[in-house]
């Protein structure tokens, strides 16, 4: 088994330079790099990062709390951060909180005993806003950057699109299809992401001088069980909405289960749009109009942020990333019968 003096043996260089380079706690020349990156490959020398955590105090290792691992917009999250995590030499543990705040309380404290680098954080809702145990996890000297739902009452680095221009721009497409009486299913209203969508829908509603109506609001949890159950209240109540804006994938699948219940169409009865793109929207009949959301992109751009906070690269102000998101147009909103149509937006 390869040893750190081999390793430098064949880069040429001292064993503190390779010492360096492992710990990236000391600048190196990028050709002194090179080579002994060259050279760790060659000898598929394994240092002992259990042993030079201690030492440096850094464990390589990042830790990722997510609100749901079942909806699939969030394993495309994980892989653009494990991607980014892997590229810059990083472990990464995902952990899910099955959008509960005590566990998520519960998998803080043992990160922080496992003396984890940097978290990245999809916040679970907190009716009372407890930001607390994330307080104290920065305190301590740990930096978190939060991921698509942003906490209120405390600055970090953060990456997400424009919640609010999304909305607008997905209520204003039903709007331009004739529909006036367009229902909402938010997601749980303690979350800053349910409360932008739901002022994005007031917002386009304003815009065509549509009042919105009480009736027509009901608030979700983000998961299919309540898009079923309020899609149900909504669509057998006594003046049903013409169309329904859904403001996530996994709510939408439960209103489309719904409609098939109930023996409705659509969109001949009821158009249906949503707010996030689930990879399953092509296995449903009609195809899901949606605003997609790059998880991708959120996930690696988030993982590179808080590498640079451990890397102490970036330091002082917090950074906000807001990416871009796209309206695609498919058959659930289509007037009259229903027809393959497919058209993006970009907002």
Do not use: W
Not at 157 to 173: E, I, L, T, W
Not at 186 to 192: A, D, E, F, I, P
């Amino acid at each position: 088994m390869a040893t750190i003096k081999d390793v430098a043996r064949q880069a040429g260089v001292s064993v503190g330079t390779v010492s360096h380079v492992l710990s990236e706690t000391v600048p190196v020349r990028s050709v002194l790099r090179d080579r002994v990156l060259a050279a760790i490959q060659k000898l598929d020398y394994q240092p002992n990062f259990v042993a030079r955590s201690l030492k440096a105090n850094r464990t390589k290792t990042l830790g990722m709390v997510i609100s749901d691992i079942t909806n699939p917009f969030f394993p495309q999250v994980v892989r653009g951060a494990e991607d980014c995590a892997l590229k810059y030499g990083y472990l990464l543990n995902t952990f899910n909180t099955d959008d509960q705040v005590e566990r998520e309380q519960q998998v803080f404290a043992l990160l922080r005993s496992r003396r984890v680098d940097g978290i990245l954080l999809v916040v679970a809702p907190s009716p009372a806003g407890d930001v607390a145990h994330i307080r104290k996890m920065v305190e301590s000297g740990i930096p978190v950057v939060c991921l698509d739902r942003i906490p209120q009452g405390i600055a970090l680095d953060s990456v997400s699109v424009d919640n609010v221009k999304g909305a607008q721009m997905c209520v204003r497409h039903l709007i331009n299809k004739g529909h006036r009486r367009i229902g909402i299913i938010t997601g749980s209203l303690s979350l800053q992401t349910a409360k932008e969508r739901l002022e994005g829908y007031r917002s386009a509603l304003h815009g065509a001088s549509i009042k919105p109506e009480p009736g027509l609001i009901l608030e979700g949890d983000f998961r299919e069980g309540s898009g079923y159950r309020l899609g149900k209240e909504l669509l057998l109540g006594p003046h049903p909405p013409t169309a329904v804006f859904v403001s996530n994938g996994m709510m939408a699948v439960g209103v489309v289960r719904a409609v098939e219940e109930i023996g409705m169409e659509c969109p001949g009865d009821i158009a249906i749009a949503s707010f996030d793109d689930l990879p399953l929207a092509s296995a449903f009949r009609p195809h899901l109009t949606a605003v997609a959301l790059p998880a991708y992109q959120i996930g690696y751009k988030g993982a590179e942020l808080l590498i640079k906070r451990v890397r102490k690269v970036s330091t002082g102000k917090y950074t906000t990333i807001r990416l871009d998101s796209e309206l695609i147009i498919r058959e659930s909103t289509a007037t009259g019968a229903v027809a393959p149509e497919r058209r993006t937006v970009t907002v």
